[in-house]
């Protein structure tokens, strides 16, 4: 069903407004969109008189919103800011193809750019943008088609594709290793211990499968494995580090095992994506390579 022309004002009547409402001055609006202030107060106007809602109090020589200019700029704003994003993903790639991709900062990193060639290869007319999300989002604010996703098989309003397991591990560093007595998992209640604040409880969780009684665990805290593992390696405590994700380290002797006991976490990776963009080629495609990326296990 086609919405009525009355309920979809001119973008540069938007534009007019929007710019308005966020500076809170005609003249520095106009000055921004390179108009004249009778021509943005023509178009401001306008568009009041296209809804028929007053949409700025006129005090002097200022500007307010009502109520309801205050209510609908949030929502203008938004969609002016997705049109924008949409009309720029199309000068990128004037073919179509574009795939907005939220990714987890060190998975992103670590684990998705060093493969991310053999995709681009295998598929020349995608182009994939990434921004990083630390949490889950309502996809239907946000202009990303999917997200890499680790916690439990729930994310309200989207499909998940299970990508990967993981396993952790006590981490440190050699000299850290030598200068505290550690032999057995209780030894850890003793050493400076490393949390991620997205991971709250996993110490504790490592404590209970390995039998160790405590009453407390206490810490720095990080909100990256990336900073947490460097702190690892600069020697400031140990941290539980996902072993896929920290083999360069391992290999290179950075970062040795404080108790050899690795974890396998509760929580899984996933593919996450708004079911309506399902069938998207770019997604589709990206959801088949990176599942079988996921499950060969091929190194880099």
């Not at 106007?45 to 200022?62: C, S, W």
């Not at 987890?104 to 990434?130: D, M, Q």
């Not at 989002?137 to 309003?157: E, N, Q, V």
């Not at 404590?207 to 810490?219: K, L, R, T, Y």
Request: proline residues 5%.
């Amino acid at each position: 069903m086609l919405t009525p022309r009355r309920f979809l004002p001119s973008t540069s009547h938007l534009a007019a407004f929007e710019a308005v409402a966020r500076t809170g001055s005609v003249t520095t609006a106009a000055r921004e969109l390179d108009l004249t202030q009778s021509a943005v107060s023509r178009q401001i106007k306008a568009l009041e008189e296209q809804l028929g809602v007053e949409l700025f109090l006129r005090e002097r020589q200022t500007v307010r919103l009502t109520l309801a200019g205050d209510a609908y700029v949030r929502e203008i704003r938004e969609a002016l800011r997705r049109i924008s994003s949409a009309s720029l993903n199309l000068r990128a790639n004037p073919h179509g193809g574009t795939l907005n991709l939220a990714i987890l900062p060190t998975f992103g990193t670590r684990w998705l750019a060093p493969r991310l060639g053999r995709f681009l290869a295998a598929n020349p007319g995608v182009t994939i943008n990434l921004v990083t999300r630390l949490s889950s989002f309502d996809f239907r604010l946000d202009s990303i088609d999917a997200a890499i996703h680790f916690g439990h098989s729930h994310w309200p309003g989207a499909e998940l594709a299970f990508l990967m397991s993981e396993r952790t591990l006590p981490a440190c560093s050699p000299d850290f290793l030598k200068l505290n007595a550690i032999s057995r998992p209780e030894d850890l209640l003793t050493v400076p211990l490393l949390h991620l604040t997205t991971r709250p409880d996993a110490w504790e969780r490592w404590f209970a499968d390995n039998g160790v009684v405590f009453e407390s665990v206490h810490g720095m805290l990080f909100d990256q494995f990336a900073t947490a593992a460097q702190a690892a390696i600069a020697g400031l405590g140990v941290a539980l580090l996902p072993t896929f994700l920290i083999q360069e380290e391992l290999k290179r002797g950075d970062l040795v095992a404080a108790v050899d006991r690795e974890m396998e976490s509760r929580e899984r990776y996933y593919l996450a994506f708004p079911p309506e963009r399902a069938d998207y080629a770019p997604l589709a495609a990206f959801r088949d390579w990176i599942i079988a990326e996921a499950r060969s296990g091929s190194e880099t």
